[in-house]
Nanobody, 123 residues
Framework: VQLQASGGGLVQAGGSLRLSCAAS????????MGWFRQAPGKEREFVAA????????YYADSVKGRFTISRDNAKNTVYLQMNSLKPEDTAVYYC?????????????????WGQGTQVTVSS
């Protein structure tokens, strides 16, 4: 499975961005897709996840109510709509895919990773 993340950029605080993650290859059997982020000098952290063939979603407390994860199976694409962005959301955002139940918030449980896209929020 190959993952291609896109949509990052520079935005002012309070603004919005939508990230996309296109999956290709052997996508059948995927159980969940997730978004993680890593700020300079920090560990990679969970942001949001969604079941590949269902509607279960999970969010980190820091983004609940501001970010929305969704998917379009016809396009093999997962999205992360980010609203009310804050400077502390600045990070490289990575999408990831997992074949195993249940949905995990752990970086160690995901099997496939995209290349990352930079999100910078200015104050």
């Amino acid at each position: 499975v190959q993952l291609q993340a896109s949509g990052g950029g520079l935005v002012q605080a309070g603004g919005s961005l939508r990230l996309s993650c296109a999956a290709s290859g052997r996508t059948s059997g995927l159980y969940a897709m997730g978004w993680f982020r890593q700020a300079p000098g920090k560990e990679r952290e969970f942001v949001a996840a969604i079941r590949w063939s269902g509607y279960d979603t999970y969010y980190a407390d820091s983004v609940k109510g501001r970010f929305t994860i969704s998917r379009d199976n016809a396009k093999n694409t997962v999205y992360l709509q980010m609203n009310s962005l804050k400077p502390e959301d600045t990070a490289v955002y990575y999408c990831a895919a997992d074949r195993r139940y249940p949905i995990s918030t752990s970086v160690h449980e995901y099997d496939y990773w995209g290349q990352g896209t930079q999100v910078t929020v200015s104050s």
